[in-house]
């Protein structure tokens, strides 16, 4: 069976406290005995970025088990998650029922066990490490799988080219069911860098004191936070110990890119704009620092290990990103079944991302298809159209970075209480959303919404 | 520092000091966040060092309630320096002017118009928090990127207006949010 360790022994500040190595080390040997089971299983860590969570996913590897992360699922979502993957062991808040098909079989750390009353029948695949969800926000869950392999890969590609070591301190600035927050925690761990835990959101005042407090030398964040950052004036004066400020999650304005470079490197320090997919593990490609003026709104190179490169591209150089490398998921699973299959996915993902080369150094220009990000969150626009359908006919096009325009067919102030419902219950601000009705919706011979029209529109 | 005009001399520690000034002194060095602390004679302010961990705004807040329970409706402006000044200041405000970008005042300053009252209530109810005043900046009450996007969704079911959330954190207060909020009329199709 495979297992991993991801570093040496791992260390954590639980906030600005130091958590004992004992302290540690008998978490992980407690959780190892709730974990206990006669064949690989699926740990459901439901908790996220605190001690247990953290433990937890931890022991899980070490047994050679397989993680699925999810921070804190609303009962719905973990309903699902449940139903589509029948971890055999779950962690979780402990403070809801218990849902069916469960008994509660212990504690971590004061996070509540539960155990699966029925042993699934299907079983896990030996090489499979994590499972995290993608999307299915409002419909049913899909996750990517991900080796053993591609974990380790893709913690010592990211370690190299960021020049990680033991001395750097990192801090939980993302959330772990998010690739690239897993990534931040391993990374550090697999060079015995210790990892200040926590749950706050470097748009908080707070988060920015803890940092100065523990002495966090790296953090990693995504465009939103950048932007966010950006209007209120920060800057890394009151954080001596800080080296090393990078991006994923998205594209950059290349004006940001300046700004953050400017200032980290006035602080002694650098900036690092990288690339990266789910399906690639976490990190893809990144701009060195020292780089960074030079080729502004690049993603850089790809990180060691990995190869990139445009399929077809066309007259101006835009093709689909294409990344070879160790870090290349096994494969998705929508059901428990999936789980027991092992490679299904070549070593080659065409990102769906259309990009272009320009002295070695590679821009991301936008989706392929349709699938939108908005604020870092991966949308199908029909999942919004579906729910907008009571109300009549509508389509969503990406207009602009964290913009989609609804055009909605007659009245808009009918659609106005399925659109609100679609901001809620994706976290989403109207201007990422906006509404804009048409008398009718274009569309093709075949009667099918006319989306290339549709893009037009946004820009007039 | 260290320019001296007539009314920000700071009296010398000998001057006795006022009950009130003591009681806001004593319940400011027993906050874990307060490393030192000196009060106006009036008791309308005070100069703290805190611990990085915490801002003016806490403590102000803090120090309300704390002053409530002890039966003393005050409400003190809270300045944060680095040092302490020498001696016991008049007034924090001209302090504060005189420091410059090295201190950072945080008073309260209740609504001034209804649209201020409401979004303050609101921001209040989101964060958990008593009170918000028109001049508390929306990070230093605590608020992040999820609670900016949790109290604009109800903004624009209550309000009708659209206001992103990078214009939320560039507006920072209350009252900057209300004139923004003032200057736009349901623009939902508006892109952005």
């Keep these: 069976m495979h297992a991993l360790r991801l570093g040496p022994s791992p260390a954590f500040l639980d906030g600005t406290e130091r958590v004992p190595a004992a302290t540690t080390a008998a978490g992980l040997a407690a959780a190892a005995t709730a974990f206990d089971a006669p064949a690989k299983a699926l740990v459901a860590v439901l908790t996220g970025r605190d001690l247990p969570g953290v433990l937890a996913y931890l022991a899980a590897l070490g047994l050679g088990h397989a993680a699925l992360l999810r921070e804190h699922p609303g009962i719905a979502a973990r309903d699902a998650l449940l139903t ?377 | 520092m260290g320019r001296e005009t007539g009314t920000t001399a700071p009296k010398t520690a000998s001057e006795p000091r006022t009950a009130l000034q003591a009681l806001i002194e004593q319940t400011l060095t027993r906050h874990p966040g307060v490393r030192e602390a000196a009060v106006t004679p009036d008791g309308a302010g005070a100069v703290v060092v805190l611990d990085e961990m915490y801002g003016p705004l806490e403590i102000r807040e803090d120090l309300r309630a704390d002053l409530l329970a002890a039966g003393h409706p005050a409400d003190p402006a809270v300045l944060s320096v680095s040092t302490l000044p020498t001696g016991r200041p008049d007034s924090v405000g001209e302090l504060a002017a005189e420091l410059g970008e090295f201190a950072s005042l945080s008073r309260y300053e209740p609504a001034g118009t209804e649209l201020e009252a409401a979004l303050a209530d609101r921001l209040a109810e989101l964060l958990a928090l008593p009170r918000v005043g028109a001049l508390d900046d929306f990070v230093d009450l605590g608020g992040d990127s999820l609670t900016a996007v949790r109290f604009l969704t109800a903004l624009q079911a209550e309000f009708g207006a659209a206001v992103s959330v990078v214009e939320l954190f560039a507006a920072g207060t209350v009252r900057e949010l209300a004139r923004l909020l003032a200057e736009r009329a349901l623009p939902a199709d508006r892109p952005a």
């Design chain 1, 84 to 460: 589509a993957y029948q971890p055999e062991f779950v962690l979780d808040g402990g403070t809801g029922p218990v849902p069916a098909g469960y008994r509660a079989s212990g504690e971590l750390l004061g996070a509540r066990v539960l155990a699966r009353t029925a042993v699934p029948r299907s079983p896990v695949h030996p090489e499979l490490a994590v499972l995290i969800t993608t999307s299915g926000t409002l419909g049913r869950p899909k996750a990517v799988r991900l080796s053993y392999a591609n974990l380790a890969a893709n913690a010592e590609s990211v370690v190299t080219a960021l020049g990680l070591g033991p001395a750097d301190l990192g801090i939980t600035s993302l959330p772990l069911d998010h690739s690239f927050g897993l990534s931040v925690l391993n990374t550090h761990l697999a060079v015995g860098a210790p990892v200040v835990l926590s749950r706050l959101s470097p748009t908080a005042r707070r988060f920015w004191q803890l940092c100065a407090r523990a002495g966090v030398t790296d953090l990693g964040a995504v465009p939103i936070t950048y932007r966010l950052l950006h209007s209120t004036g920060w800057r890394p004066a009151g954080l001596p110990a800080l080296r090393l400020a990078y991006q994923a999650g998205g594209p950059l304005e290349p004006g940001l890119a300046r700004h953050f470079g400017e200032l980290m490197a006035e602080h002694g320090g650098g900036f690092c704009p990288m690339y990266g997919a789910t399906e690639a593990t976490a990190r893809m490609a990144y701009l060195p620092p020292a780089e960074l003026m030079e080729h502004l709104g690049s993603v850089g190179r790809a990180v060691p290990g990995g190869r990139l490169r445009l399929h077809e591209p066309d007259r101006d150089g835009v093709g689909e990103i294409v990344y070879q490398g160790p870090n290349v998921m096994l494969g998705y699973a929508e059901h428990r079944a999936d789980l027991a299959e092992g490679r299904t996915h070549g070593d080659v993902l065409h990102t769906g991302d259309l990009g272009r080369l320009e002295r070695g150094m590679l821009y991301v220009l936008g989706r392929k298809d349709r699938q939108l990000k908005l604020y870092g969150k991966r949308l199908r626009p029909e999942e919004i159209e579906q729910r907008l359908a009571v109300a009549g006919p509508a389509a969503v096009v990406a207009a602009a970075p964290d913009t989609a325009v609804v055009f909605v067919e007659g009245d808009r102030e009918r659609f106005r209480a399925a659109w609100l419902d679609v901001l809620r219950i994706l976290e989403l601000p109207a201007e990422s959303l906006p509404l804009r009705e048409v008398a009718g919706l274009p569309r093709t011979a075949s009667g099918k919404v006319d989306l290339g029209r549709l893009r037009m529109l946004c820009h007039v």
